[in-house]
């Protein structure tokens, strides 16, 4: 069904900025809970952040202030910026979606590949 894929990862130094985009094909993002997960080696899969149908935003708590989750349902497409940046972030960041309702009310329907974002000193 809706398919997902994250584009605007790479390099950056600390301190600085960075936006990931993820583009959903198949079916429009106006019914889906969107979130951004990462996951840093040799550590478990963590939440960052996520936006439900109504626009309603949730942060992980270290990183309210620094990271802003949005989307723009005409274009399809769910956004990341990154500010400040610092070399804990290095991780690789993907996006997922669910049906209508948040998890745990509602199952992950897709993931992204992931894109790689490494933070340098």
């Known amino acids: 069904q809706v398919h997902l894929v994250e584009s605007g990862g790479g390099s950056v130094q600390a301190g600085g900025s960075l936006t990931l985009s993820c583009v959903a094909t198949?079916?429009?993002?106006?019914?889906?809970?969107l979130y951004w997960v990462r996951q840093r080696p040799g550590k478990e899969q963590e939440r960052v952040a996520r936006?439900?149908?109504?626009?309603?935003?949730e942060y992980a708590d270290s990183l309210k202030g620094r990271f802003t989750i949005s989307r723009d349902n005409s274009r399809n497409t769910l956004t990341l910026q990154m500010s400040f940046a610092q070399l804990e972030d290095t991780a690789i960041y993907s996006c997922?979606?669910?049906?209508?309702?948040?998890?745990?009310?509602?199952?992950?329907?897709?993931w992204g590949q992931g894109t790689q974002v490494t933070v340098s000193s």
């Open positions: 198949g079916d429009t993002i106006d019914d889906y809970c």
């Open positions: 997922a979606a669910s049906h209508t309702y948040c998890f745990p009310h509602a199952s992950i329907a897709s």
């Open positions: 936006i439900d149908i109504d626009g309603n935003t």
